[in-house]
């Protein structure tokens, strides 16, 4: 099994700035990729920014020169740092790690609980 905690969640006015951590632990053998997705209210989950192993980024239009994800791999750990923040930024942020599996060696999807980010004056 593998866990992905996720931190830095939490309220700010329009303009400013949030930092969402992700560390996984566990069986783990290689991490192929991992990123963050949103979920506002009424809509369905989307893709917000992912990087791969070699370090690749991919970004949702939405968010392109205003965020940034990173990769530690040495941590397995993921970071979003987020600028210049809208309302319609507004959601539950949940973490993704694409793995294989130590042992089994079994590649599958996991997901972090996720974590509130609410833009608001």
């Known amino acids: 099994q593998v866990q992905l905690v996720e931190s830095g969640g939490g309220l700010v006015q329009p303009g400013g700035s949030l930092r969402l951590s992700c560390a996984a632990s566990?069986?783990?053998?290689?991490?192929?990729?991992m990123g963050w997705y949103r979920q506002a209210p009424g809509n369905e989950r989307e893709l917000v920014a992912a990087v791969d192993h070699g370090g690749s980024t991919n970004y949702a239009d939405s968010v392109k020169g205003r965020f940034t994800i990173s990769g530690d791999n040495a941590k397995n750990t993921v970071y979003l740092q987020m600028n210049s923040l809208k309302m319609e930024d507004t959601a539950v942020y949940y973490c993704?790690?694409?793995?294989?599996?130590?042992?089994?060696?079994?590649?599958?999807?996991?997901w972090g609980q996720g974590t509130q980010v609410t833009v608001s004056s």
């Open positions: 566990g069986s783990i053998a290689f991490i192929y990729s």
């Open positions: 993704n790690a694409d793995v294989r599996e130590r042992g089994n060696l079994r590649r599958r999807d996991y």
